[in-house]
């Protein structure tokens, strides 16, 4: 089972759904979801489309027995060998359940933002939970070294990286970017974009104070941020204080970056914390270079030079001088994004990934889950199409 609480569809929720998808035939995997005032809907439906078990649970944290034991009824009836948590919330939730039923807990550590002083209570409570589960899967290896100064035993630690689908993102689309550049009053020939929650963590006021340099020097550049959150006001206070309002937009939150991001020139995270971004893995799926900070297990993913660049955190001048370096050399752009879109189809494929959670699984729960032999995997049928949409 894959526990979470979902409030939209986002990075973190293809993740699950694209396991689950690649786990082998064989293998029942349902995914549930905390309610969270209905929110958990858009998961639910798009693991539906998709053929996948899917549970909405009525209950939450704040009515925690009541949560734990519809929870315990779930994992009973769907018969489940582990729970995969994902958040505070399924970490405990989940363990509590798994333990009544003598199973395992695995905890997917993804990261902590500490953006609000709520949030870090509960990144605080997240991190002492991870000590009694019963694995911790860490999405970096800048993450587990953070979970390893928490006391959590390296024999109970994996790191399985996030992942990423090359066939869901084809060649830009005309339309797309046309929809892009009208967001402008004068029609930029480069288009910087980046996506994230608007919260201090992802550095976006760096970004701007980065763009400001840029625009100065070349005019025809301009950026576009997609997502929503508690700066927004703030930061489009700031792109105007600048003079950018015809050069920096906010777009809000998107279900179609997929379709966005191919049509970028460059995409850039600003990051000051991050566990394994979602959004570069995606950007060098679509043959987008990427200039990024180097924090978290970014490094890991973008190899300075090769794909794009990576810039110190905080670093406005360093970070407009790498998105400059590149839009300013065509060649090198498309060298990189070309370099960026094999290198994630070899190492961080959903293939690979559910080979290294499966073999997890079997250790855990003590058994081979290899299929018999009239049961055949859809790992090898997903991986040639996304090789042939590719």
């Not at 689908?165 to 288009?191: A, S």
Request: glycine residues 8%; neutral net charge; contains cysteine.
């Amino acid at each position: 089972m894959q526990l979470t609480s979902s409030r939209f569809f986002g990075s973190l929720e293809w993740q699950i759904v694209e396991l689950t998808r690649y786990l082998p035939g064989h293998v029942r995997s349902t995914i549930v979801s905390f309610h969270e005032d209905g929110l958990c809907k858009s998961l639910l439906d798009q693991a539906r489309r998709l053929g996948l078990n899917a549970v909405g649970l009525r209950h939450d944290t704040p009515h925690l027995r009541k949560a734990s034991s519809e929870l315990t009824g779930v994992l009973r009836s769907t018969q489940a060998d582990l729970v995969c948590c994902h958040g505070y919330k399924a970490n405990l939730l989940g363990r509590l359940a798994a333990r009544r039923l003598g199973i395992p807990a695995i905890a997917i550590a993804h990261g902590w933002t500490g953006e609000s002083r709520r949030i870090r209570l509960y990144e605080a409570l997240d991190r002492r939970l991870l000590r009694y589960m019963d694995h911790v899967v860490c999405v970096s290896e800048g993450q587990s070294r953070k979970v390893d100064q928490l006391g959590v035993p390296r024999d109970r630690m994996s790191v399985i990286h996030n992942a990423v689908d090359v066939g869901r993102f084809v060649k830009p689309q005309r339309v797309f970017r046309e929809e892009l550049e009208e967001m402008f009053p004068r029609r930029p020939n480069r288009i910087v974009g980046a996506a994230g929650r608007l919260s201090p963590e992802k550095g976006f006021d760096v970004l701007i104070a980065a763009a400001e340099i840029v625009v100065r020097h070349n005019a025809s550049i301009a950026f576009v941020v997609y997502g929503d959150g508690p700066l927004r006001d703030e930061l489009e206070a700031s792109v105007v204080e600048k003079g950018l309002k015809d050069r920096f937009f906010f777009a809000g939150f998107t279900s179609r970056l997929d379709k966005l991001i191919p049509c970028f020139d460059l995409l850039t995270l600003p990051s000051y914390t991050e566990g394994l971004p979602c959004v570069v893995l995606e950007a060098l799926a679509a043959g987008v270079p990427v200039v990024a900070t180097a924090v978290g297990g970014t490094p890991e993913v973008l190899i300075d030079g090769a794909a794009g660049y990576l810039t110190p955190p905080g670093d406005s001048a360093a970070l407009a001088d790498r998105i400059a370096a590149v839009l300013e050399d065509e060649q090198q752009r498309r060298s990189m994004g070309t370099f960026g879109r094999q290198f994630v189809r070899d190492k961080f494929s959903f293939a690979e990934q559910s080979e290294r959670y499966l073999k997890l699984y079997e250790s855990l729960c003590g058994r081979d889950m290899s299929p018999s032999r009239d049961e055949s995997p859809i790992a090898d049928a997903l991986s040639a199409s996304a090789e042939a949409v590719g």
